[in-house]
Structure formats: structure tokens, C-alpha cells
């Protein structure tokens, strides 16, 4: 078996039993803000307070498995900070440690902050959990990637569904947070764009101020009927609710029999429960494994992010940091997520380009780029903002 | 339609000499397997298996069928002449794909959550080895001469050649995203594999492990990421090399020498896995999602009936 030996080929990779010395680790490190918890509108589905780290814990192990084969180690460490005080403090840190690549779990603000720091030169953000457009348009910044869907794709996604059903009208509920808001923009935007028409905005103001225990769902039912009485003639009732404040309340209780969708019901999103397409039933097992508990979209971005560190050392074949950043962006770069097509970062934004699915909670509907939205160079940007259209100038 | 049109007047042409095999096909989602007559492709038995089965092979000496029960972490041996499952085997933890050595000894095991390798002796039913590879091994492949057997992992993109002798990773080629089948080349000189996700198949040097040849596939009216390949599956001749095409629905031809598709042959829907009837005259192709099969003659090239069985048709072997 000599033969088998240590050949000096460079496609052949030497086997890990002969591998010499590992080499450096490649260090990536998670900069997270802890989220205070709040007594939930409703007591199920707790959102876990590691949401997100999770996911880079499982990418972690799934690249050193990788690694060990290449001679390549990867080292994890998190930061889970309480303010952008702290976000700072740990990021300077772990720059004057030489760590070059993090995972962010960081409100847009806080973001931006960081990536604008004289330290964030040569270093890669990549954003795991934010969905604000303005982070791919007027406040992105060339040292920063999403793995995480931006708004505007999650409506689009949306949209096209409803143009394959010839569903052509919604009346949209717009809740009170700014992120809801913000929903909503991505919402009309999309709507324009898919020539859907928003008959009515409803924005929601009814605040029962008890959970479900104190008879509030009894007046919130009232409520719902009493605001859809006059909407006139819709398809679908799309919901802008991104802190789960309201959203579950409004199915079965319009006036007229109409599906919720949006940020409840019918959901446009990274990653859901009940996806098992393309190989995904591997992962949600891994990561149920690993952790005993569901992987959430956060979760998934985070391993995105962490998987394309190790995807990008792999195929550029370095450790070097900066080169593995430079690698991510290149065109030869693609990460597998279990979405049955190569995975890609756009040039113009630094989003990642990524199949998006419409999932309720027990059941996927639907996965978006819908069949016949065509494109000249890839049907995944007809998700989200094209390059033609970018206000992202880096 | 034009399958169902067709497959009259194809049928009386292969009608020629009579098919006295059996069909076998693994109902992913029925745990079951179902035996279909090649002469009348009519279901003449549905066996219950373990709970979702998946690759399945003849065994050497042809009495037998292996089964692999993936979610009952074992294999079912389902014995040939009493169309009954004669006794189980060890497989590890969540077996997907499998080989057999060439003297029939031994079975070769992706464990596909467990990242590692299991050697299985089949006299014994015992796991005589355990070898550590990349994330969710897949493909599995023995060389003609049993000294080489080859793991595909999807998570790492790797063939990984394992020494079945001294039980370890001789040798790791880095291939496109998403590795599923290996397949040697009947005269055992090249190892291919095919790359879900990367959409190509590398052609790799068994003695010198370079790719010498990554094979794509441009199928008109179809966006290029819709060619996934699975299934590569080699005549005996070494002259023609089939490819299912997953999602795209589609069987390439392709020519070893030039590495040329020329020709894709429409099946059913989400083609994965296929398997040849013993003489090597039919290809038979398993529809994952339309849950059928798809028959091709394989002189013609051309598909000449699809013939329903259980839910998610997963692989297809046939026997004498």
C-alpha cells in the first residue's frame, strides 16, 4: 500500500494519520447582545436565550471535521456582551488578539458601530441575525456580510408565492415597534414590485395588557373582527409583527375567512421546523442533538456564517484570516445549506443569496424563488434588492 | 404521456428474452420493499422492512438481498427465494449507502450521522471496524480488487479512500459541494463521484487521487442548478456511463473515454438512485417524488415505461 503513501500532488490532501503538527486555529469569534427576557404574550415556544450561538457552536464541530483532514483547526470564542459598551470593548479585544473573523448577533446600530471602528479594517463582520435593509443600502459597509435574509427578500419570497396562487390583494396589520414598521415598508415595497395590492393598512393598537391567561385572547377576538369588518375584498391578511406580540391572535378571528401571513401564519424565513428538504432533516437532527432544542432562523444564520468561514479555508486552502475573508467574496466561493443549490454572497451588498421557505409551524408550504421567476444571472436575486437597484455605494 | 404512449410498442421490443429477475425497490417513507416481476412489472410482493430504508444491494452469492433500515440502525437480509426477511445485520449508527467487498465478506457502511465508516462481517454479523471520516458520509464505493473502498462526505465535499486492510484514510480529495455516490469504473482505474450541490462529477485518478475531469451539466430549458447529480452507475463494458440528475429529472449518458454527456433521457421525478437488471439490457431508475420507477433499455437509451410502487422510491436493484 506504499503507493498510497504521501503523494506530492496537490489535489491529493495528506491523510490525517501522517498529518504533521496542526497549524494555527483559525480563530472566529461570536460578539453577541444579550437579550433581556420578557414574560412572552404566550407561554409556548420560549425563545431560547442562546439563539444563534448555538448555531455556530454545530458549524464549529462540523468544520473540524473538515479541518482535521486539512491539517486546519477552528477556535471559537464568545462574547455575549450587554451593551454596545461592551460590544465594543470585546471587539477591540479580540482584534489586538489578532481574531479577524466574527459572527455578529448585533442590532443594526450596534453593528454599524463596530464595523466602523479603526480596529474593523481588514476584518470580517458577518452578520448572522439582522434583517434591516439599510444595512444592504445606504449604511452597508464593505466589511460586513449577511447570512442573515433581509427584509426585502423575506417579502419577496412572500409575494411571489402569492403571485403563483393568483392571490392579488392583502390588507396589511402594522404593529406598533419599529421593526414593524420597517416590515411593513419591505412589505409595500415588494407588494409594488409584484404588482400586489394592499387594499387596506390597519395599524394595531389594541393592547389588552394581560397574557392569554386573563381572558385578554376573549377581547383580542373582538378586537380583530371589529377591524377587518371593513376591509372590502382581500386575499390574504399579511401581518408586520416581528416581536410575536400579536400576530397568532388574528387567524379565525376576521370577520371575513381569510389566511394570515407575514411575520405569523404563513411565514417567509431562513429556517423552519418543519423543513426537510435537500438534506436539511441532517441538520435539524445534528443541531437537536447537539443542543436539545429546535434550530431557530438565528441559529441557522450563525451556522451559515461559521460554515462559510470553514467552507472558504477549505477551498482557498489558507488560515491566513484575511485571505479567508477575501476568499468568501471571490467568485469561487459557495457554502451548501442545505437548500439544494450553492450558496453566494452578492457583490454589491455582501447579502447572502439563499432559497427562502413559507412555512406555518407544522408544515412547509412552499420555497421561494417560485418556478418562472427568471433571472439573467441567478433566479435568487429575484429575492431582495438586485444590483441595478442597490443603493449600497462601498 | 409520451412514456405511456410509447411503452406498448417499447415493451414488445424487449420482450426479448423473457425477464425472469425481480425487481426490488426501497420505500424510503413506507418501510417497505417492494418486488416487482421484470417480465410483467407487475408488484408481486411488498415486503415490511425496518423503518426507512434506503440502499440496498444483491449479495454476492445472489440468495440474498441487504437492506439497509437507516432509522433502525440495522440491515434486513431479505432472502431471495422466500421473499421473506431471513435475519438482520449490524449496521451502526444511521447506515445510509453501502458496498460489498468483492469475496462477498464484508459490507462497507456510511453512517451517515455518526461521521465514520463500519466494517460489517457478515458471517459473524459483528462490526469489525469503525474508521473516522468527514460529516454525513454518503457514498460508498469497494474498488474491483477490495483494496480500496471510498466514502463520499456531504458536509466536508470529500472522497475518502479507506485501505480495507490496514482500516484507514489512505488519501482525502477535496471534490464540489455535496458528495453523494462513488462509483469505481469497472476496470478500477478511476473513482468517480458525483456533487449534489457543485452540480459536476470528478473524475479522480485511483492510483495518483487527481481530478482529472470535472463533468458538468447543461440541460436546455433548464437553469444550471437544477442538475444535481446522484447515481452514477457504469455498464460492465466500461462504455457508457449513466448520471441521475435528482431534480432535474433526467438521466445523462455519458461517454468515460471523452467525458461527453450525449444524451439526457427524461424519467421520472427526483431521480436518485438506479440499478441495472443482470444481463445490463434495463436500467432501472427510482422516482423519488413522482414514486415510481422509471425503466430504460439501455441499447436505446431511451426510457420506455415507469411502473408506480411505494412512497419515496429511494434505490432499485434487481436479481435472477
Known amino acids: 500500500m506504499k503507493l498510497f503513501g504521501l503523494c506530492a500532488l496537490a489535489a491529493l490532501v495528506a491523510p490525517s494519520a501522517f498529518a504533521q503538527a496542526p497549524a494555527a486555529p483559525i480563530e472566529i469569534d461570536y460578539l453577541g447582545l444579550k437579550v433581556e427576557r420578557t414574560l412572552q404574550f404566550a407561554y409556548l415556544d420560549q425563545p431560547p436565550p442562546d439563539a444563534g450561538l448555538q448555531g455556530a457552536r454545530v458549524a464549529l464541530a462540523d468544520n473540524q471535521t473538515t479541518g482535521q483532514f486539512l491539517n486546519q483547526t477552528f477556535h471559537l470564542t464568545e462574547d455575549m456582551v450587554d451593551d454596545a459598551a461592551g460590544a465594543v470593548d470585546a471587539f477591540k479585544k479580540r482584534v489586538a488578539a489578532g481574531t479577524k473573523l466574527f459572527v455578529t448577533d448585533l442590532p443594526a446600530p450596534i453593528l454599524l458601530q463596530v464595523a466602523d471602528l479603526p480596529e474593523a479594517k481588514g476584518v470580517t463582520l458577518l452578520d448572522a441575525t439582522t434583517r434591516d435593509d439599510s444595512l444592504r443600502a445606504e449604511s452597508c459597509r464593505r466589511n460586513v456580510l449577511h447570512t442573515a435574509p433581509s427584509r426585502a427578500m423575506l417579502a419577496d419570497a412572500l409575494m411571489q408565492y402569492m403571485t403563483i396562487k393568483k392571490w392579488g390583494k392583502i390588507a396589511l396589520v402594522i404593529g406598533g415597534d419599529p421593526e414593524d414598521k420597517l416590515y411593513a415598508d419591505a412589505v409595500r415595497n415588494s407588494a409594488r414590485k409584484f404588482r400586489i395590492k394592499i387594499v387596506k393598512e390597519i395599524p394595531w393598537t389594541f393592547d389588552p395588557g394581560s397574557r392569554r391567561t386573563d381572558t385578554g385572547a376573549y377581547a383580542e377576538g373582538a378586537e380583530v373582527a371589529r377591524i377587518t369588518q371593513d376591509v372590502g375584498d382581500y386575499d390574504l391578511l399579511v401581518v408586520a409583527d416581528e416581536a410575536d406580540n400579536f400576530g397568532d391572535e388574528l387567524g379565525y378571528r376576521t370577520t371575513e375567512p381569510r389566511p394570515v401571513a407575514g411575520t405569523q401564519g404563513l411565514v417567509p424565513t431562513a429556517w423552519a421546523r418543519p423543513f426537510e428538504q435537500w438534506g436539511a432533516t441532517q441538520l435539524q437532527g445534528r443541531f437537536l442533538k447537539a443542543t436539545n432544542r429546535w434550530m431557530t432562523e438565528s441559529d441557522y444564520g450563525a451556522w451559515l456564517a461559521v460554515r462559510s468561514v470553514g467552507e472558504a479555508a477549505t477551498r482557498g486552502n489558507t488560515t491566513d484570516p484575511v485571505k479567508i475573508g477575501e476568499f468568501m467574496r471571490s467568485k469561487d466561493f459557495d457554502v451548501a445549506g442545505f437548500k439544494g443549490t450553492k450558496l453566494t454572497f452578492r457583490d454589491w451588498d455582501g447579502q447572502l443569496r439563499e432559497p427562502l421557505l413559507l412555512a406555518d409551524a407544522r408544515s412547509l408550504v412552499s420555497v421561494s424563488p417560485q418556478p418562472g421567476f427568471l433571472h439573467q444571472f441567478s433566479e435568487l436575486d429575484t429575492l431582495g434588492v438586485d444590483r441595478p437597484e442597490t443603493k449600497c455605494h462601498m | ?320
Open chain 2, 1 to 320: 404521456m409520451m412514456l405511456k404512449l410509447l411503452s406498448a410498442v417499447a415493451l414488445m421490443a424487449l420482450a426479448e428474452p423473457a425477464f425472469a429477475e425481480k425487481i426490488f425497490v426501497t420505500n424510503e417513507k413506507d418501510n417497505t420493499v417492494t418486488v416487482l416481476d421484470g417480465e410483467t412489472l407487475k408488484i408481486v410482493e411488498t415486503v415490511k422492512v425496518g423503518q426507512r430504508p434506503r440502499d440496498l444491494k444483491v449479495s454476492r452469492d445472489g440468495k440474498s438481498v441487504y437492506i439497509v433500515a437507516s432509522d433502525s440502525n440495522r440491515f434486513d437480509v431479505l432472502d431471495i427465494a422466500t421473499m421473506k426477511i431471513s435475519g438482520t445485520l449490524p449496521s451502526g449508527q444511521d447506515p445510509e449507502r453501502f458496498d460489498i467487498s468483492p469475496d462477498g465478506k464484508t459490507l462497507y457502511v456510511a453512517n451517515e450521522d455518526d461521521n465514520k465508516v463500519s466494517f460489517v462481517d457478515i458471517a459473524t454479523k459483528k462490526i469489525v471496524a469503525e474508521v473516522p471520516v468527514g460529516i454525513e458520509p454518503e457514498g460508498m464505493a469497494v474498488s474491483p480488487d477490495g483494496k480500496i473502498a471510498v466514502d463520499t462526505t456531504e458536509t466536508t465535499s470529500m472522497a475518502h479512500f479507506i485501505d480495507t486492510e490496514a482500516k484507514k484514510v489512505v488519501a482525502n480529495v477535496l471534490v464540489d459541494s455535496r458528495p453523494r455516490v462513488a462509483a469505481w469504473t469497472p476496470d478500477g482505474s478511476q473513482l468517480w463521484t458525483s456533487s449534489e450541490v457543485g452540480g459536476t462529477v470528478a473524475v479522480i485518478d485511483a492510483k495518483t487521487h487527481a481530478i482529472l475531469k470535472k463533468i458538468s451539466f447543461e440541460i436546455p430549458g433548464l437553469t444550471s442548478g437544477k442538475a444535481q447529480p446522484v447515481d452514477i452507475k457504469f455498464t460492465q463494458d466500461g462504455k457508457t456511463a449513466f448520471v441521475a440528475l435528482g431534480p432535474a429529472n433526467r438521466v445523462a449518458v455519458i461517454d468515460p473515454k471523452s467525458y461527453e454527456v450525449q444524451k439526457y433521457i427524461l424519467v421520472g421525478q427526483r431521480d436518485w438512485n438506479m440499478g441495472f437488471s443482470p444481463d445490463q439490457k434495463r436500467l432501472y431508475v427510482a422516482n423519488g417524488v413522482s414514486n415510481d420507477i422509471t425503466i430504460i433499455d439501455v441499447a436505446d437509451q431511451k426510457a420506455v415505461k415507469s411502473v408506480p410502487v411505494g412512497r419515496s422510491p429511494w434505490g432499485v436493484v434487481a436479481a435472477p
